[in-house]
C-alpha cells in the first residue's frame, strides 16, 4: 500500500513514522512534510491547501491512501477533491468537518445525539452575550465560532475581559464551565463505525504547573492509569457513536478521526470540544504503544470497512512526549537557530525526535516555527518513559529552548488545575 500524508508537522511526523513500520506500507510520501518526515517518506512540494494540487500528486503517485492530517484543509475540502477522484482518503469532507470548523454546529449535532456536554448558547449580538453570561456565571467560557488555530477560546472569571472576547469574535459559543481533568481520546471511524484508541493527556500552558499562556501543546503522554479503566469504551458509547449516527442521518457521515476533548467531571466525563484529525502532540504517545499495523487501520476506516479489521491493540507500556519549543513562543516564535544533538537523542533506544518546525539550512537543521522537536520516549511505565525523555531531550540543543520540566509528573488535573486565569 502506497499512502501519502498531508501537513507538515510533528503529527504528520509521527503519522508518517508509524505507518512505516507498517508492513502493508510499501511507500510512504509526504507534501509538504518537513526534514523528520524527509527520513521515512519522500516529500513533494505540493500546497497543502489546495484540493485539486493534492488530488493530482494522489493521483500521479497512483498512491491508495492519503492521510490529511491537519484540520484547515479538511475544512476547506480537500478531502473531498480527493475523494472525487477516486483515492481513498482518512478524513472528513468539508460538510463534516464543521464538527471542528464550527463550535456552534458542533454544539447542534452533539445537542441533537444526546452527547453529554457543557450547556451552551450561540451568541451574535453584545445583548446576547451578557444574558448568557450572566445565566451561566463566573467562570466563564466564550468561544469563537469559527477556526482559531488554538486562540480562540477564554476562560476568565472577567465578566468585561468575556465581553470583550465576544465582541472581537463576532459570532461565538458561550457555555457552562466544565470543572475536572482534561484527556484526550481519538476515535478512528469509517462513517458508522469507530475504534478508540488508547485515551492520552496534553499540557497546554508553555510553563510548569500550567502557569502561563495556552499552546499548542508542550507535552503528553499515555496511558492515563488513574483514569476509569473504560474511558474509551464509555467514549465510544456516549459520544461518538451518537454523533456517528446523527452525522449520517444528516448525510455527511464522518470518516476520520474524531478528536474528543473531555472534561472528567464529578458527574462523568463531558464533551469539551471536538476536532476532526489527531492531536498533537496527544497523539505522540499513543502512536508509540499502538501495536497494530496503523496503515492498515485507516485505510479500512477511509474504505468503510472498519468491521473487517481488528480493533487496534496497545502494549503494556507507557510513552511521554517532551516538546521543545524556540524563544518567545507561544506569542511568537524564533527562526534559523541552528539545532544541535537531534541525531545522539534519536540513537537512544525507544526514543524517536518527532520534527514540528525545523528547516534545512545547507547542512544545518534549524529552527522553524514555534514548537520545533518532540522527544518521544517509550518505557516500562509513565515514570520511566518520563526519564527517557528528559534525558534523551537533555542532548538536545538551541538557543531560546523552552520546554516544560514536569510533563507526565503528576496528572494534568493535578498540575494544571482549572484553567482560570
Ligand atoms: N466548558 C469549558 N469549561 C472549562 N474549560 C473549558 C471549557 N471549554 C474549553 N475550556 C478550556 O479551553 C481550552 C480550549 O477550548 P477548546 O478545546 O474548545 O478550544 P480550541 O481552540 O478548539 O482548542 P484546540 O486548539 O485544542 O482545538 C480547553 O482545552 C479547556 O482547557
Ligand atoms: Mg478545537
Known amino acids: 500500500m502506497k499512502v501519502l500524508v498531508i501537513g507538515t508537522g510533528g503529527r504528520e511526523h509521527a503519522l508518517a513514522l508509524a505507518l512505516s513500520l507498517d508492513p502493508a506500507v510499501t511507500e510512504v510520501h509526504a507534501a509538504p512534510g518537513n526534514p523528520g518526515i524527509a527520513e521515512v517518506a519522500t516529500l513533494h512540494d505540493v500546497d497543502p491547501m489546495s484540493g485539486a494540487s493534492v ?44 464538527l471542528e470548523g464550527s463550535k456552534a454546529f458542533s454544539k447542534e449535532v452533539m445537542a441533537a445525539a444526546g452527547v453529554p456536554t457543557a450547556g451552551s448558547r450561540t451568541c451574535t449580538t453584545t ?15 466564550v468561544k469563537d465560532d469559527a477556526l482559531a488555530a488554538g486562540k480562540g477560546v ?20 458561550i457555555e457552562e464551565f466544565l470543572d475536572g481533568p482534561e484527556v484526550s481520546v481519538f476515535a478512528i ?36 492509569t488513574w483514569a476509569q479503566p473504560d474511558l474509551a469504551e464509555v467514549t465510544l458509547e456516549q ?15 464522518f470518516v476520520g478521526c474524531l478528536y474528543v476533548g473531555l472534561a472528567l467531571t464529578e458527574a462523568g466525563p463531558r464533551v469539551i470540544e471536538f476536532n476532526v484529525r ?23 476506516a477511509a474504505e468503510g470497512r472498519l468491521v473487517d479489521v481488528p480493533a487496534p491493540v496497545f502494549g503494556d507500556g507507557a510513552a511521554v512526549t517532551v516538546v ?78 523552552q520546554r516544560r520540566t514536569d510533563i507526565a509528573a503528576e496528572p494534568l488535573g493535578v498540575v494544571e488545575g482549572a484553567s482560570v486565569r
Open 55 to 98: 488530488a493530482d500528486l494522489a493521483v500521479a503517485l497512483v498512491v491508495d491512501l492519503v492521510v490529511v492530517g491537519p484540520e484547515a484543509p479538511l475544512v476547506a475540502g480537500v478531502a473531498d477533491a480527493v475523494r472525487e477522484r477516486g483515492v481513498a482518503v482518512f478524513g472528513p469532507s468539508r460538510a463534516a468537518a464543521q
Open 189 to 224: 471511524c469509517d462513517g458508522t463505525t469507530a475504534y478508540a484508541l488508547q485515551p492520552a493527556q496534553d499540557f497546554k500552558r508553555i510553563y510548569d504547573g500550567g502557569r502561563g499562556p495556552n499552546t499548542g501543546g508542550m507535552g503528553s503522554y499515555t496511558p492515563l
Open 324 to 401: 521543545l519549543a524556540s524563544a518567545g513562543y507561544p506569542e511568537s516564535s524564533s527562526k534559523g537557530d541552528v539545532i544541535r544533538g537531534v541525531g545522539a537523542a534519536n540513537g537512544v533506544h525507544d526514543v524517536d525526535v518527532v520534527h514540528a518546525g525545523t528547516a534545512l539550512s545547507g547542512d544545518s537543521l534549524v529552527t522553524a516555527g514555534g514548537r520545533v522537536v518532540a522527544v518521544r520516549a517509550r518505557g516500562y511505565d509513565v515514570d520511566d518513559a518520563r526519564s527517557r525523555a528528559y534525558a534523551a531531550a537533555d542532548l538536545i540543543t538551541f538557543d531560546g529552548l
Open 154 to 173: 477564554v476562560v476568565t472569571r472577567d465578566r468585561d475581559e468575556a465581553i470583550a472576547h465576544a465582541v472581537a469574535c463576532g459570532r461565538v459559543v
Open 278 to 300: 489527531f492531536g498533537d502532540p496527544d497523539i505522540q504517545p499513543v502512536l508509540a504503544v499502538l501495536e497494530s499495523p496503523l496503515g492498515v487501520l485507516l485505510a479500512a
Open 127 to 141: 445583548a446576547e452575550v451578557e444574558a448568557a453570561l450572566d445565566a451561566f456565571g463566573a467562570p466563564y467560557v
Open 239 to 253: 459520544v461518538v457513536r451518537p454523533t456517528l449516527a446523527e452525522m449520517a442521518d444528516r448525510g455527511t457521515p
